[in-house]
C-alpha cells in the first residue's frame, strides 16, 4: 500500500499558482509613508504647543514683575494685582484660543491623510485583486492543459 505525501502534493499544487508579494511591499511602503506624514504633523503640533507654552509663561513672568515692585501706597498693591488677574485673564482666553488653532489644524491634516491614505489603500487592494484573480486563471489554464480529459480506470 502506497502512502500519499500531502507535504508534497501541496508544496506541487502551490508551485503551480505563483505568488506576487509586490502588493505585500506596496502596502508597507504606503504604511510607512503615512506614518511618516502622521509623525510631522505630531511633532509640528508639539513644536507649536511648547513655543505658545514658552511665549505664554514669558509674557506672564514679565507682567509679574510689576506686581512684585515697592509701592508707596497701600493701594497700589491692590490694583497691581487687580491689572495682573486682569491681563492674565485676557492673555489666557488669547492662548487657549490660540491652542484650539494648533488642535483644528492637527485635526484637519490628520483627516486628510487618512482620507487619502484610504483611497490609496483602496486602489492598491483593488490592483492587488485583480493582479491575483489575472494570475490565478492564468495558473489555472496552465493547470487545465496539463491534466488529462479523461482518466481510465481499471480495477
Not at 4 to 24: C, G, H, I, L, R
Not at 103 to 128: F, H, I, N, P, Y
Not at 130 to 154: C, I, L, W, Y
Amino acid at each position: 500500500m502506497a502512502s500519499t505525501d500531502y507535504a508534497q502534493m501541496m508544496k506541487d499544487m502551490m508551485s503551480n499558482y505563483p505568488v506576487d508579494t509586490s502588493s505585500m511591499e506596496n502596502l508597507a511602503k504606503s504604511q510607512a509613508a503615512l506614518a511618516e506624514k502622521m509623525s510631522a504633523v505630531a511633532i509640528e503640533a508639539a513644536q507649536k504647543s511648547t513655543d505658545l507654552s514658552a511665549r505664554w509663561m514669558q509674557d506672564t513672568l514679565s507682567k509679574l514683575s510689576n506686581v512684585t515692585t515697592v509701592k508707596s501706597e497701600p493701594a497700589d498693591y491692590a490694583k497691581a494685582v487687580t491689572d495682573f488677574m486682569t491681563t492674565s485673564a485676557e492673555a489666557a482666553a488669547e492662548h487657549v484660543a490660540a491652542f484650539a488653532e494648533i488642535a483644528k489644524r492637527v485635526q484637519t491634516e490628520t483627516l486628510e491623510l487618512m482620507m487619502a491614505a484610504g483611497k490609496d489603500m483602496s486602489e492598491d487592494v483593488t490592483a492587488a485583486a485583480r493582479k491575483a484573480g489575472a494570475d490565478f486563471a492564468t495558473a489555472a489554464q496552465a493547470g487545465a492543459k496539463v491534466v488529462p480529459t479523461s482518466v481510465s480506470t481499471n480495477v
